[in-house]
Each structure stands twice: as structure tokens, then as C-alpha cells.
């Protein structure tokens, strides 16, 4: 097991009492944060702009803990899901906040082949592999450079054979928190064997800044004309469907709750909206890839990328029964995702665009969570 608990309890109790109490503006104290893990420092680093927007990330997992942004009355408002400390983090089996990899999203029965080669992955979720394993990289140790106030440094080395991956996969992930209240997160990739790389985020939102709350009546767009439909373990078909007359076209705002629950088999499969959506911008960074907003808070959220496809997932799975930061229980449906990725099941699915790596190549993604005021 790489979750060391007793020995994160002890430092976590070491560090609360031997340093100086140092609290963000999202309330969260950056001792409760400061541990040994694998040989290595955990701790919280907190990005500013000019604007006082605030984000803080810890490297354990490369997650983002909280991002605290203006609602309509000008209050400062954490806007994203976790934890206060970075014990439950790793006791905990979720994925709030974290970087997500080797291969965000699923790969049928956790296997693939590459150049003739069948690599066997761990099966997780319903007999595939979901985000890389149970040990993908939201459980990893990244080494972490903080730039300025504004800009985090993450890198980690995949050793050749993690989660059954080829390749010692090199990784640079830059947080930004930009004087337009975004975080821009720009991952980079090489490899010294052919490989498969897709990284994303996989930050679990609420806008209204009530975190409690459900998210149902967040208003939702997403500029895609067609999606990825899947079977009852939320593989792909290998279809790309038009949204048309359906409820996954999201191509004007529409109320999460809508239709959530509607007899409609995709929704059924997913128990509410769990799909990859093919976007319209192509890959274009400048042209929005959807939106999200809060009618509590004024709060929105704007998504822009370099990746083919996006993941809306409406918190399903959500138990109701994790405690969150400041004690809060987190409900069903009480956050939505918005991961930009390519598809589910890409290295199965030769029509779907490619995820493969190769040496002398270097991959590239860029996701902007864009925050406004409506």
C-alpha cells in the first residue's frame, strides 16, 4: 500500500505543533498540509493575482485544494471540493482536484496494444481501467517549484511499467493563476518508448458558494455538436452521436437538473451525465469550450482547451457521505466535472483521435478554467 497513514498521522501532529500557523484565504492552514510521504514533502502552495483571487495546491497528487474568486456581492468564494488537510487526501480513494494520468478516463478491461505489443492494466472500475489505476498520478508525489506568487512548477517521472504503461513518461504540469481570476494549467510529455499519454484535471466545481449544496440548478453549455455514447460500464460505442433533439445537447445553457433523470438509456448508463462531449473548437485555446454558472452566486466558469474532447460529469457517484473542508458533507450531485481530455478508450478505438506517445515527440495540453462574474 503506498498510503502510509500512521506515519502521515505523526508528521501531520509534528507539524501542527511546531509551526507557525500560516491560514489562506479559503481558510485552510498550510501546516495541516506539511508531511513526509514516499521520501518526500507534501505541503500547500498558494497562488495570488492582483485581483486577490486565490489558489492553493498541494503536490501531493498535484491537486487543486481550493480556488477562491468574487462572487456577484465582490465576496471572495471557494468554488472547488476537498479536503482541509492532506491526511484525509490520502486515506481518502477519490480524485478531487488531482492530475489525472497515465490515461485520464477508462480503457476497456485495462488493456491496449501498441506496435503488436499487449499491455496489461490494472482494472479498477467495472473490469477497466479508470485514470490510470488506483495508484494513477492523483496518488503520486510530484516535486513542486513555485515560480512566482502567480505560477506552480509540478514534474514527476512514470517509471517505465507504472500501472503497466512502456515508457518512462518525463512530466511538467504548470498551474497559472492569471490576472483574469484562470487557472491555466499547461501539461507537458516526453517519453523514451512509445507510450500512451492523455492528462487532465480532474477538479470536482461548485459555483454557488454554498458547498453543501447540489448543483442541479447551475446553468450548463458546452459548444459540442456530438458526443461519445457508451455501454451500461461507460465504455464507448465507438460512435460519434449527435446531440440533436436529446438531452445531451448542452449547445444553449441549460439547468443541470433538467433532464438529469430522464429514461433516456445514456443517462441511465451514466445515472445522470458521465460522458465525453466532441467539441466544436478543434483545438483552438481561444475559442470557448463551455460554460458554467451559478444563478446563486453570479459565479461562472468558462472552459477553454487544446484537447479534442471534454468529460461532464455530474457527480453521480457522489456517496453523500465524505466530509470536506470545513466539515462540510458533500451530497449527491454536489459538484460537476468538466475534464478536457481525449476520448474514453482511445487506444481501442483506432477511429477516435490518437493518444500515442512517441520518443522524440513531446505532448501537449492546455486547459483554462476561466472565472467571471454574471
Avoid at 507537458?188 to 454557488?208: C, G, I, Q, V
Avoid at 460522458?275 to 472552459?303: Q, Y
Wanted: charged fraction near 20%; aromatic fraction near 10%; glycine fraction near 10%.
Amino acid at each position: 500500500m503506498k498510503n502510509l497513514y500512521l506515519l502521515l498521522a505523526i508528521c501531520l501532529l509534528i507539524g501542527c505543533s511546531e509551526k507557525r500557523e500560516e491560514v489562506t484565504l479559503s481558510g485552510l492552514k498550510k501546516a495541516d498540509f506539511e508531511a513526509s510521504f514516499e521520501g518526500k514533502e507534501t505541503g500547500l502552495y498558494v497562488l495570488t493575482n492582483k485581483n486577490g483571487a486565490e489558489a492553493c495546491i498541494t503536490n501531493y497528487g498535484g491537486r487543486l485544494v481550493s480556488v477562491m474568486v468574487p462572487d456577484k456581492e465582490g465576496q471572495l468564494t471557494d468554488v472547488v471540493l476537498g479536503y482541509d488537510n492532506i491526511f484525509d487526501y490520502v486515506a481518502v480513494d477519490g480524485n478531487f482536484g488531482a492530475l489525472i494520468g497515465r490515461y485520464g478516463n477508462r480503457i476497456a478491461h485495462g488493456r491496449f496494444t501498441l506496435d503488436g505489443v499487449t499491455y496489461e492494466l490494472p482494472q479498477n472500475n467495472n473490469g477497466h481501467c479508470l485514470h490510470g489505476g488506483p495508484n494513477g498520478y492523483h496518488t503520486c508525489m510530484w516535486d513542486a517549484r513555485q515560480i512566482d506568487d502567480q505560477t506552480l512548477e509540478l514534474t514527476y517521472i512514470s517509471p517505465d511499467g507504472e500501472a503497466g504503461f512502456p515508457g518512462n513518461l518525463t512530466i511538467k504540469v504548470i498551474y497559472k493563476l492569471t490576472d483574469e481570476n484562470a487557472v491555466d494549467i499547461a501539461y507537458e510529455a516526453t517519453t523514451d518508448k512509445p507510450t500512451l499519454a492523455n492528462l487532465t484535471n480532474h477538479s470536482y466545481f461548485n459555483l454557488s458558494g454554498r458547498p453543501g449544496s447540489q448543483i442541479l440548478d447551475h446553468q450548463l453549455m458546452i459548444h459540442a455538436d456530438r458526443y461519445t455514447p457508451v455501454n451500461k460500464t461507460l465504455i464507448p460505442l465507438g460512435e460519434l452521436a449527435s446531440v440533436e433533439a436529446t438531452p445531451m445537447d448542452l449547445r444553449r445553457p441549460v439547468a443541470i437538473g433538467a433532464h438529469i433523470d430522464d429514461a433516456f438509456e445514456q443517462l441511465v448508463n451514466g445515472g445522470g451525465y458521465d460522458h465525453n462531449w466532441v467539441l466544436n473548437s478543434n483545438g483552438d485555446i481561444n475559442v470557448l469550450a463551455a460554460k458554467a454558472i451559478s444563478p446563486v452566486s453570479g459565479i461562472g466558469l468558462e472552459v477553454y482547451t487544446t484537447e479534442p474532447g471534454i468529460q461532464f460529469y455530474s457527480g453521480n457517484f457522489m456517496s453523500g457521505s465524505d466530509k470536506g473542508k470545513h466539515n462540510v458533507i458533500y451530497p449527491h450531485r454536489g459538484a460537476f466535472c468538466l475534464e478536457t481530455q481525449h476520448y474514453p478508450d482511445s487506444p481501442n478505438q483506432p477511429e477516435f483521435p490518437s493518444t500515442v506517445l512517441r520518443p522524440g515527440e513531446k505532448y501537449h495540453s492546455r486547459c483554462i478554467y476561466k472565472f467571471t462574474v454574471e
